[in-house]
């Protein structure tokens, strides 16, 4: 005779208290077309719809930059641009382009968000919303150092989160929530790519919308925090990680850090202290949710790009020789545009 499953007052108990809520529906699967749109979503947040930022002490260093580097042409070519990409924009422009492209995408643009280094813009269609976290720009020196501010903090959830990303989202979070209120009767996607990404798994974990998380997408994203933090994400995350994308691979997980730490701890005087700073300021990072793994292909093919659920440390190391280590070659694998790419082929293909 087969046993039967609720055996006991208590787990008779817990059924019932667990069939008196509703099955959450609006928790989505992952899916091929999903993926690309959101990935279109997470390009578009790029488009700089933000005001471009003019102080006296940008223009100062860039003025001393110009005086030092006139005679070194390509210096002077690193400056000049350094200084269109800050000042010589038209953000309003800008946008009247981002909201022509989502047009094309039978969307709309609701709002833009933009505090310190964190921007986002709040998208809706006839089905849904989405909140689409823009990347970390190379030009934007503060986006730069919330990337290198990785010692884990405690976060307002459980767990701990790298305090970057945590202190980032913290900026814009309030203005997020109120825009959400308006609609609360469609689900919300959450989307993002590289510090983007991080944000969006962030948002994910802190956002309880009332017409219910989806799904995140997240495209070459950091890690964000410890295992604790993890335990209570109740959104589906989706990590797209493409072939040789080094950005997915920090900051070091908890085992690198357990390894590195044990070394130090030999150092005579210094040992145990610095030990005992790197295993509670950086161990114990890890990813989360459900990785997607594009294939490595040859620039530009990318019709020939697979989809892999799910591929071990040796696989992408191999990936990694392939690409010989060249930052040419091993910062293409980060461009968003690849990815996007990368998975409209693979949704028409498997559509």
């Given at each position: 005779m087969s046993a039967p499953i609720i055996k006991t007052s208590t787990e008779l108990n817990q059924a019932k208290t667990l069939l008196g809520k509703s099955v959450p529906m609006h928790r989505k699967a992952y899916s091929d077309r999903t993926a690309w749109?959101?990935?279109?979503?997470?390009?578009?947040?790029?488009?700089?719809?933000?005001?471009?930022?003019?102080?006296?002490?940008l223009g100062n260093s860039i003025e001393r930059m110009l005086d030092k580097s006139i005679q070194d042409t390509r210096k002077l070519k690193t400056v000049v641009q350094l200084a269109i990409d800050n000042f010589a924009y038209d953000?309003?422009?800008?946008?009247?382009?981002?909201?022509?492209q989502l047009a094309m995408l039978e969307a709309e643009l609701i709002k833009t968000f933009n505090a310190g280094e964190s921007q986002a813009v709040l998208i809706k269609?006839?089905?849904?919303?989405?909140?689409?976290?823009?990347?970390?720009?190379?030009?934007?020196?503060?986006?730069?150092?919330?990337?290198?501010?990785?010692?884990?903090?405690k976060c307002v959830t459980e767990g701990k989160a790298h305090s970057g990303f945590h202190d980032a989202f913290n900026l814009i979070e309030l203005d997020i929530n109120q825009s959400l209120s308006e609609f609360p009767e469609l689900p919300l996607f959450i989307t993002g790519h590289s510090l983007g990404g991080a944000l969006a798994t962030i948002a994910a974990k802190r956002i309880t919308h009332t017409g219910g998380n989806a799904a995140c997408y997240t495209y070459?994203?950091?890690?964000?925090?410890?295992?604790?933090?993890?335990?209570?994400?109740?959104t589906p995350i989706y990590r797209v990680v493409n072939s040789s994308d080094g950005v997915t691979m920090v900051p070091p997980p908890g085992f690198t850090i357990t390894a590195i730490s044990w070394l130090v701890g030999f150092i005579p005087a210094v040992g145990d202290k610095w030990k005992s700073f790197l295993r509670e300021k950086f161990g114990g990072y890890l990813h989360g949710g459900d990785m997607r793994f594009l294939t490595d292909v040859k620039s530009g093919e990318y019709s020939k790009a697979r989809l892999l659920t799910h591929v071990d440390i040796f696989y992408r190391l191999k990936g990694w020789f392939r690409k010989q280590f060249t930052f040419k070659k091993f910062g293409s694998d980060h461009s968003m545009s690849v990815y996007r790419a990368k998975l409209a082929f693979i949704a028409l293909r498997r559509n």
């Amino acid at each position: 005779m087969s046993a039967p499953i609720i055996k006991t007052s208590t787990e008779l108990n817990q059924a019932k208290t667990l069939l008196g809520k509703s099955v959450p529906m609006h928790r989505k699967a992952y899916s091929d077309r999903t993926a690309w749109l959101m990935a279109c979503f997470a390009e578009l947040a790029y488009m700089k719809f933000n005001p471009p930022i003019i102080n006296p002490r940008l223009g100062n260093s860039i003025e001393r930059m110009l005086d030092k580097s006139i005679q070194d042409t390509r210096k002077l070519k690193t400056v000049v641009q350094l200084a269109i990409d800050n000042f010589a924009y038209d953000h309003e422009e800008e946008k009247r382009l981002l909201e022509e492209q989502l047009a094309m995408l039978e969307a709309e643009l609701i709002k833009t968000f933009n505090a310190g280094e964190s921007q986002a813009v709040l998208i809706k269609t006839n089905q849904f919303l989405v909140l689409s976290f823009r990347g970390t720009e190379p030009t934007q020196l503060k986006d730069i150092k919330t990337d290198a501010r990785a010692n884990l903090t405690k976060c307002v959830t459980e767990g701990k989160a790298h305090s970057g990303f945590h202190d980032a989202f913290n900026l814009i979070e309030l203005d997020i929530n109120q825009s959400l209120s308006e609609f609360p009767e469609l689900p919300l996607f959450i989307t993002g790519h590289s510090l983007g990404g991080a944000l969006a798994t962030i948002a994910a974990k802190r956002i309880t919308h009332t017409g219910g998380n989806a799904a995140c997408y997240t495209y070459g994203a950091p890690r964000v925090s410890d295992d604790h933090w993890l335990m209570t994400m109740k959104t589906p995350i989706y990590r797209v990680v493409n072939s040789s994308d080094g950005v997915t691979m920090v900051p070091p997980p908890g085992f690198t850090i357990t390894a590195i730490s044990w070394l130090v701890g030999f150092i005579p005087a210094v040992g145990d202290k610095w030990k005992s700073f790197l295993r509670e300021k950086f161990g114990g990072y890890l990813h989360g949710g459900d990785m997607r793994f594009l294939t490595d292909v040859k620039s530009g093919e990318y019709s020939k790009a697979r989809l892999l659920t799910h591929v071990d440390i040796f696989y992408r190391l191999k990936g990694w020789f392939r690409k010989q280590f060249t930052f040419k070659k091993f910062g293409s694998d980060h461009s968003m545009s690849v990815y996007r790419a990368k998975l409209a082929f693979i949704a028409l293909r498997r559509n």
